[in-house]
């Protein structure tokens, strides 16, 4: 914790928010996704009980950005240096190893949810969609009224299925 202040700490935010809008634009996309890689490095770093699953596959995928080329095309970089850094037509070339370690990641991420999920008795069964619907802490409406229709039950057994055999053979 080399920034103690709250002004500092506003600062180096801003900084981090910066180069966030700088890295979507695709301007100086290396340096960005590093400074955006350490930003939320920082951030979960301060507070590790705000960080979950979608922050550390988040911090993965800019930690693979920094390598990935990304500023090559559709970009502000792209653009400023059209023809400079690769004069022949077509495409531009980046190397693919970082988008497959992403797509490694997510397949990863997938399947170990899929597995995970194998292991309750209310995926098996189908029940899951219909408990999450009759939950009141993760349902907007009241839903209990509408489980008397067989074929609704049956509809969500079926989308409680095909949602763990989406995941398992992702």
């Not at 531009?92 to 397949?107: D, F, H, S, Y």
């Amino acid at each position: 914790h080399f920034v103690t202040s709250a002004a500092g700490v506003r600062a180096c935010f801003g900084v981090f928010l910066v180069a966030a809008l700088f890295l979507t634009l695709g301007y100086r996309s290396r340096s960005m996704a590093f400074i955006c890689f350490a930003g939320l490095m920082s951030i979960q770093g301060r507070n590790w009980m705000l960080a979950y699953g979608g922050d550390i596959a988040l911090r993965l995928f800019l930690f693979f950005l920094i390598f990935s080329g990304s500023g090559r095309s559709w970009s502000i970089d792209a653009w400023l240096n059209k023809g400079v850094v690769d004069p022949s037509p077509g495409p531009a070339r980046v190397p693919a190893w970082p988008l497959r370690m992403i797509q490694l990641q997510v397949a990863t991420i997938y399947f170990m949810s899929g597995w995970a999920k194998l292991h309750g008795n209310d995926w098996l069964s189908g029940d899951a969609a219909r408990l999450i619907l009759l939950n009141p802490g993760f349902a907007r409406w009241d839903w209990s009224s509408l489980m008397s229709y067989e074929f609704l039950v049956d509809y969500l057994r079926a989308i409680t299925l095909m949602s763990l055999t989406w995941e398992l053979l992702f």
